[in-house]
């Protein structure tokens, strides 16, 4: 059923995670990857600027690279919002339907290409004509669905005419497969290279030519992550399950003994209590969650940090 319509306000009050003119005060609202960018990547890109790559067009390499580590064909784009503005405005959608709660981008992207979009609690309305958008793992709550889960749910809009998109922009800090290419799938790169600032994301699957407009990709980012490659992204994926694996359930527990938190698989997740002071959180007022933020794992030590200010704050 329909749970909110139309624009949300955009929230007044900016949170971390946005700007690199923030001051320098432990963010943990900004859900990029805890141990940061691969090393690689960062020589890369330096080695891209003294090569003067930001003097010539994309060469668009940077799909082999992404490809390659996808196991599917990979479109990219300067991030995940283009990639998923150019495939809804080609989908010509009736309706846009988006799980609530969820990133909020998703009904600006709607308004921008005049489609009317809903938020919804499930997705029993759907009819002939609307697109379903469900991010998995879900921003903010860390939602992980099963492949097999997604699938299924593909498979009962596709019954009732409608078609399933899929954001996958943090299932790299899971061990869980893509749904591509059964399903439409974008993603972003930058959270989980800890670069988006480099504007990197993707359509994975086969697309249409009409959707390969040139220039999608900025040179820096095509340089850099061509040559960082699939096998160091692997690498750094193995090496960021592994950590989320053990850290974030670390910080959960230690929360949990003062504050209510909401359990996640993924390395951010919800707490509910007042907002702590001396760090930078995501207040969810903009998500229609009044009282909760959101919080993303940083190095062990800054976490240690997060729980003292949180305790702080309630105690």
């Known amino acids: 059923m329909p749970i909110l319509t139309g624009v949300i306000a955009v929230c007044a009050a900016m949170h971390g995670g946005s700007s690199w003119a923030d001051p320098p005060v432990p963010d943990f609202s900004d859900n990029s990857n805890p141990l940061g960018p691969p090393r ?51 989908l010509r959608p009736r309706r846009v339907l988006i799980e609530w709660p969820n990133y909020t981008d998703y009904g600006r992207i709607a308004e921008l290409i005049g489609a009317e979009y809903v938020y919804v609690d499930n997705f029993n309305s759907a009819g002939p004509g609307d697109v379903a958008i469900i ?9 992980l669905r099963k ?25 790299d800090f899971t061990s ?6 059964d399903v439409l799938v974008v993603k972003s790169y930058g959270k989980f ?22 220039w999608r990709v900025n040179s820096i980012a095509d340089y850099a992550v061509f040559h960082l490659g699939a096998s160091a992204m692997r690498r750094h994926r193995e090496a960021t399950v592994k950590y989320v694996a053990e850290e974030s359930p670390r910080v959960q527990r230690e929360l949990g003994k003062c504050a209510s938190v909401v359990p996640s698989p993924v390395h951010f997740f919800i707490v509910k209590g007042p907002m702590p002071q001396g760090v930078k959180v995501r207040p969810l007022t903009t998500h229609g969650i009044e009282g909760a933020y959101r919080v993303s794992i940083k190095t062990r030590e800054l976490n240690d940090v997060l729980i003292k200010a949180v305790c702080r704050e309630v105690s």
Do not use: C, H, W
């Not at 992404?66 to 503005?85: K, M």
């Not at 492949?147 to 299932?171: K, M, Y």
């Not at 869980?176 to 290419?181: Q, T």
């Not at 290279?193 to 040139?214: F, N, Q, S, T, Y």
């Open 40 to 90: 690689e990547l960062i020589r890369l890109v330096k080695e891209a600027v003294e090569r003067m790559a930001y003097l010539k067009f994309p060469a668009n390499l940077v799909e082999e690279a992404l490809s390659e580590y996808e196991g599917v064909e990979v479109t990219a784009f300067n991030g995940a919002t283009e990639a998923l503005t150019v495939l809804l405005a080609s």
């Open 135 to 143: 991010s998995n793992p879900n921003n903010p709550t860390g939602r």
């Open 147 to 171: 492949r097999e889960e997604v699938l299924d749910l593909a498979g009962q809009l596709e019954r009732r005419g409608a078609v399933l998109v899929v954001d996958e922009s943090f299932i």
């Open 176 to 181: 869980e497969p893509s749904a591509a290419p």
């Open 193 to 214: 290279l800890a670069a988006p600032g480099l504007r990197l994301g993707g359509i994975l699957g086969r697309v249409r030519g009409a959707l390969k407009a040139p």
